[in-house]
């Protein structure tokens, strides 16, 4: 049986999925992109971190296209079908489970597609649940489903785990390891959590004031290993790239 790619294989391709040239974003007088570069190849899983008011959030709605009122300058190149996934889940409250998965899909099979992500995300049965009925876990678990069920070849995610607590967020990163190995868009991930890009991402970019100032590859294989010597060492590149010094 094939059972699909493997996670090992992230980054493979050699197609640009993501091309970011001389970016630069304000709102009003302030700056707060400025001359942003990047590109990001096809299946590529690449983390985004930085302090807080750096610009990534900022740059994230700049690929999705999202602020009306900013000025801006440069070229995005991104593919049509793209999915936003934030840190609030921004189901509708009005619509149940199945309808806000498949929300604005037309095709004849948009419901069974909607169910077979609910089931693929661990909520079989729950189609005619209210969002509100549902933990803050399990709602995300429902936009994540809602995102992918799009079939979407990039997914941007803007701290997509950061109100869970701390079990709920491994078994999330376990549950997005597992689906993109299955749907391999590639994925643009905000985060403020140095271990959860290390765990997830191949390839780590730093923000600082609306610069990109690292950008760094995370050689090592999948499932990743917190204690393997290497993952230390990227942490430690990462944290002093965020101007935090250990010593562990
Ligand atoms: N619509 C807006 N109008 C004015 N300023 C804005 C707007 N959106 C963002 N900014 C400013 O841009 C800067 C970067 O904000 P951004 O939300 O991109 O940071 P961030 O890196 O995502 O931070 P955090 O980690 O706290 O989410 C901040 O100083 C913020 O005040
Ligand atoms: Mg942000």
Redesign the pocket.
């Known amino acids: 049986m094939n059972a699909g790619p493997r996670p090992d294989e992230f980054g493979a391709g050699e197609r640009l999925a993501v091309s970011v040239r001389d970016l630069a974003r304000g709102?009003?007088e302030?700056t707060?992109l400025d001359g942003i570069n990047f590109d990001i190849r096809d299946g590529e899983f690449v983390a985004l971190i930085?302090?807080?008011?750096?610009?990534?959030?900022?740059?994230l709605r700049a690929l999705a296209d999202l602020?009306d009122?900013?000025t801006s300058s440069g070229v995005i190149r991104i593919p049509d079908n793209l999915s936003v996934l934030f840190q609030d889940s921004r189901l509708l409250p009005w619509q149940n489970v199945i309808d806000n998965i498949t929300l604005g899909l037309r095709d004849a099979d948009a419901r069974d597609r909607g169910l077979a992500m609910l089931r693929d995300v661990g909520l079989a049965g729950r189609e005619n649940a209210w969002p509100n009925e549902l933990s803050g876990g399990e709602q995300q678990r429902v936009a994540l489903a809602r995102s992918l069920a799009r079939g979407p070849s990039l997914l941007i995610a803007?701290?997509p785990f950061g109100a869970l607590d701390a079990l709920t967020r491994i078994k999330m990163h376990e549950l997005l390891f597992r689906l993109i190995a299955v749907h391999r868009p590639t994925v643009l991930l905000?985060t403020?959590d140095v271990d959860e890009a290390l765990v997830l991402a191949n390839r780590v970019i730093v923000?600082d004031e609306g610069r990109i100032i690292r950008d760094i590859a995370v050689d090592l294989p999948y499932p990743r290993d917190k204690t393997h010597p290497h993952f230390a060492d990227n942490r430690r590149a990462l944290l002093s790239a965020l101007g935090v010094v250990t010593h562990v």
């Open positions: 709102f009003g302030k707060v930085g302090k807080s008011g750096s610009g990534k959030s900022t740059l602020d009122d900013a803007d701290e905000v403020h923000m």
